[in-house]
C-alpha cells in the first residue's frame, strides 16, 4: 500500500492553517504538502511540522506574484528573468522546510516557442538545484485550466526527455490524469518510468477517493506494482469536515 500525505491546501481548510498539520497528524498523516506556503514565514510552518512528527514533502513554484499577473509562467516567452529569481526563492523556501519536491507551474502558453521556452528554463533550473531536490511538471486538463501549456501526458513526457536531467520528472495528479485519458489507472502505467510524485482525487468532481468513476484498488495497486516508493497525497475537495471523509485511507 502507498505511503499517504494530506494536502494542507485542500484538506481541512475549515481550520486555521496552522492548525492543519495538527489535525493531518491526528488523522494519521506522516507528511503533509502545501501548494503556496509564502504566505506564512517558513519558521511557523517548520514549527508546526515538528511538534507533530510531519514531514513537508511538496510546494508549487512560482509563489504568489505580489506585483500581479499570473501565477505560473514557465512555459511563458519573455519570463525567463522571473523565472530563474522565483525558481531560487522556492528552492529556498524547499529547503527550510525540508521538502523533496517542487511542482514547476508552466503557466498559459501554446505551440513550439513555448515549449523550448518551458525546456530552457527547467534546463538552467535542474543545472543549478540543490541534492536532494526533485522538480515535476504536472499535466492539468484543459476543463479546468484552459489555455495552459501543460493538458497532456505525452507533451509533459517529451519535455522531461529533453531537458534529460535526473532530477526533472513527472507529478501525477488521478484526477487530471481521468480527465485527460479517460482512464487514470491505464496514464499511471503508460508514464510510471516518468512519475516522481503522486496526488489522488476522484473524477469528476475532485471528490474523496472511491466517491467518483476512478478504480482506486487497481491504481494503489498498480503503484505498488510499479515500484514506486515516494508519497501519495490525497488533493480533493472534502465538502465539509475533512474528518468525514476519510474513510477511503487504509
Not at 543549478?128 to 499535466?139: Q, R, V
Not at 526527455?161 to 485527460?180: E, N
Not at 482525487?201 to 515500484?227: M, Q, V, Y
Request: proline share 6%; aromatic share 10%.
Amino acid at each position: 500500500m502507498p505511503r499517504f500525505a494530506a494536502n494542507l491546501s485542500y484538506l481541512w481548510t475549515e481550520l486555521p492553517y496552522l492548525d492543519r498539520f495538527d489535525a493531518a497528524a491526528e488523522a494519521g498523516f506522516e507528511a503533509v504538502e502545501v501548494l503556496q506556503p509564502y504566505d506564512v514565514p517558513a519558521p511557523e510552518t517548520l514549527a508546526a511540522l515538528r511538534r507533530n512528527g510531519l514531514r513537508f514533502v511538496l510546494l508549487n513554484a512560482p509563489g504568489p506574484n505580489y506585483a500581479g499577473g499570473a501565477r505560473g509562467f514557465a512555459a511563458v516567452p519573455g519570463g525567463e528573468a522571473r523565472f530563474d529569481y522565483d525558481i531560487r526563492r522556492a528552492v529556498r523556501y524547499a529547503q527550510a522546510l525540508g521538502a523533496g519536491v517542487i511542482h514547476v507551474q508552466c503557466g498559459d502558453a501554446a505551440g513550439a516557442d513555448a515549449q523550448a521556452t518551458l525546456i530552457a528554463n527547467l534546463g538552467r533550473a535542474c543545472a543549478t538545484l540543490p541534492d536532494g531536490l526533485t522538480l515535476t511538471l504536472e499535466p492539468l486538463n484543459a476543463q479546468d485550466k484552459p489555455g495552459g501549456f501543460l493538458s497532456r501526458f505525452d507533451l509533459a513526457a517529451e519535455v522531461i526527455a529533453a531537458v534529460d536531467a535526473p532530477h526533472l520528472g513527472l507529478q501525477f495528479d488521478s484526477y487530471h490524469a481521468q480527465l485527460i485519458t479517460g482512464d487514470a489507472v491505464h496514464c499511471f502505467e503508460d508514464y510510471a518510468p516518468f512519475i516522481r510524485h503522486i496526488q489522488i482525487a476522484d473524477a469528476p468532481a475532485r471528490t474523496a477517493p472511491s466517491l467518483g468513476e476512478i478504480d482506486f484498488a487497481a491504481l494503489f495497486a498498480a503503484i505498488d506494482a510499479s515500484g514506486y516508493d515516494g508519497w501519495v497525497s490525497a488533493e480533493y475537495n472534502a465538502d465539509g469536515a475533512t474528518d468525514k471523509s476519510l474513510g477511503w485511507l487504509p
